[in-house]
């Protein structure tokens, strides 16, 4: 990709384009395959012609179409909508060369950080919290099988090999922190299911990634969001030279 098409399609997204996270609970409420709200980063842009719609698509993925507002006399709008990764890598991209939005789009780069898998993992807390968790009090296999209701040795090894417990060997043998064993065992049994919730750690961290770019996307004299305007509007900086 060329300088100069990077940095004409950052101009575009610092005029017309919008960057965004949306949070969703359609999944707890329908799949119930997870017990926390979903956030994922969305960027777009729209205009009359299709030439920048495309060239985004062309550049980075994503997909367009044809948005018709109602009402007499309201020309259609092409859109290009990019999410996810597509969203986390454009914006990468585009943050250098953006002038007014890069606050915005690096935000949504920072919610995409959020699915590394390290995070998702309660133990990774938990040591963050409790760094010389180690040296804590510890129990033996057996005793976590019973915290945990696991039926066979093998899966607490392999839990341990993956991270999910933290233990460390003493005389060959494994040997688990107590006080995770049992928060995780708590987890467990509050959720017979097997659909773990994120930690909370993460879930927090995903709602002020939200908040926050919530809060750079109000626009007005009284901060009123651009999608809920009601009556006369008048930009911030022009209420200021007043």
Excluded at 32 to 37: A, F, I, N, R
Excluded at 232 to 237: A, K, S
Aim: proline share 5%; with cysteine; aromatic share 10%.
């Amino acid at each position: 990709m060329s300088r100069e098409i990077t940095c004409y399609l950052a101009g575009a997204m610092d005029a017309d384009g919008s960057f965004g996270i949306r949070r969703s609970s359609c999944r707890i409420r329908n799949q119930q395959d997870c017990v926390s709200p979903v956030y994922y980063g969305r960027i777009s842009l729209k205009q009359v012609q299709k030439v920048v719609p495309r060239l985004l698509q062309e550049t980075f993925g994503g997909h367009i179409h044809l948005y018709q507002p109602k009402g007499p006399n309201r020309r259609g709008l092409w859109v290009w909508e990019g999410t996810c990764g597509v969203a986390s890598r454009a914006c990468q991209v585009l943050i250098p060369h953006l002038r007014i939005k890069a606050n915005r789009a690096q935000v949504v780069v920072d919610l995409d950080q959020t699915k590394l898998k390290k995070f998702r993992m309660h133990s990774y807390w938990y040591i963050q919290e409790h760094p010389n968790w180690a040296s804590e009090s510890d129990i033996g296999v057996e005793s976590a099988m019973g915290l945990l209701e696991y039926s066979c040795p093998k899966s607490i090894s392999q839990a341990l090999r993956a991270g999910t417990l933290l233990g460390f060997k003493r005389n060959h043998k494994w040997r688990l922190n107590l006080e995770f064993t049992a928060i995780y065992g708590a987890l467990r049994v509050g959720h017979p299911r097997g659909v773990l919730p994120h930690p909370i750690e993460l879930v927090a961290w995903k709602q002020r990634l939200w908040e926050q770019l919530r809060q750079l996307n109000q626009v007005g004299v009284n901060g009123t969001p651009a999608t809920n305007r009601t009556g006369y509007f008048e930009p911030i900086d022009s209420a200021l030279q007043d």
